[in-house]
């Protein structure tokens, strides 16, 4: 099966440098592209967005993540060290119990929007 791409493409070549100009100048270095798509690459994982949304409600401990999940601690704890790795999770130890939380509220905003644009 053949798509016509065309539709997607112009019908004359016609470049607009003021525009070129602008784009050059605003688009950021190639390395914080590289790095912000890793950062979404890790959006990508329905595991890891479903601890983030419990992580919404209030800091827990790993036990309580694993319960609420109906996960193992440690396939949970797989999930949170990469979360953490990406600054998008912190923790603290209290005792025994290691309890985490949303790293801050640019977490939270990620999130929210692209449930907002889901939904739209």
């Excluded at 016609?14 to 950021?28: A, G, N, Q, T």
């Excluded at 999930?79 to 790293?103: D, H, P």
Aim: glycine share 2%.
């Amino acid at each position: 099966m053949t798509h016509d791409h065309s539709s997607e493409c112009c019908e004359a070549v016609e470049v607009h440098e003021d525009l070129l100009k602008l784009v050059r100048e605003k688009l950021p270095s190639e390395e914080s592209l590289m790095d912000l798509a890793e950062l979404f690459k890790v959006f990508g994982d329905s595991t890891r967005i479903r601890i983030l949304f419990v992580l919404f409600e209030a800091e827990v401990c790993v036990c309580d993540l694993a319960e609420a999940l109906n996960m193992t601690q440690s396939a949970i704890s797989h999930q949170l060290s990469i979360l953490k790795r990406n600054k998008l999770v912190k923790s603290r130890r209290e005792g025994k119990s290691m309890f985490y939380s949303l790293a801050d509220d640019h977490v939270r905003t990620i999130v929210s929007q692209g449930m907002e644009h889901i939904e739209e």
